[in-house]
């Protein structure tokens, strides 16, 4: 990996992912305000259609991205010393790509 | 740096700061952002819960019901209405929209009295 995102790229990335969560969320509201999931089967068909899966891995790809960047500002902000700040970030790189693989099990792996 | 003729003013009691609007939204959008993070998790979980069994499905239905998990999803719908608008307000921002002080005062006061608003319907419907 090249020096992680910085600068003019972290502030790209934060926005682009931004406006994708913001779309996704409009899509989300709008749906279950027209039709509601009513059963077991309704909300699994919905959410494990081919097209609402691959948006919602999106969405989850451009959440833990954005929560990448956000966090990863606040502990330069905040922590200061550079061992403790380095194992921060490791734990929180650690623990987002884990969500992210498991968001992607959630929704990739359980399609019938 | 910190001689004698360029000493700063060091004024840190933070219960006497007079903070502007725009700081409280500033703060506020960080402070959401992680609770925002800290919610993914459950967030994960019900969904992977949801979605394994009819049974799973009943689980999270009655977990919803439970007084601790609405309260949880009370300060998440909040965190969300409030990071949401302050990220909008930054956006137009960037496009120069509302950068002036009088504008932006105005739009910090509305991104936050609507992130309040926005959970006190949430509290309205679960409660």
Known sequence: MRKAVTGLRAWLVQRISAVYMLLFIVYVLAHFAVEPPRSYLEW????????????????FTA?????????????M????????????????????????????????SAHD | ??????????????????????????????????LLALGVPFVLYVLDLSLQSPDG?????ALLDRWFVKAGLIVLIWSLAHHLLAGI?????????????????R?????????????LLAAGALL
């Open chain 2, 89 to 105: 307000r930054h956006l137009l921002s960037d496009i120069d929209v509302g950068s002036l002080l009088p504008s932006a005062r």
């Open chain 2, 107 to 119: 739009s910090a006061w509305i991104v936050n009295l609507t992130g309040i608003a926005v959970a």
């Open chain 1, 63 to 75: 959440l833990l991205v954005h929560a990448w960047v956000g966090l990863r500002d606040v502990m």
């Open chain 2, 57 to 61: 499905y009943v689980q999270v239905l």
């Open chain 2, 1 to 34: 740096m910190t001689n004698g003729t360029h000493r700063r003013a060091v004024f840190f009691d933070l219960l006497r700061i007079q903070m502007p609007v725009g700081a409280l939204t500033s703060i506020t959008h960080r402070v959401t952002g992680v």
């Open chain 1, 44 to 59: 699994r068909g919905w959410i494990l259609s081919p097209a609402v899966s691959i948006v919602s891995v999106v969405f």
């Open chain 1, 77 to 108: 902000d905040y922590v200061k010393p550079l061992a403790v700040r380095v194992f921060m970030l490791a734990l929180l790189a650690g623990g987002l790509l884990a969500m992210g693989v498991w968001a992607a099990r959630i929704l990739l």
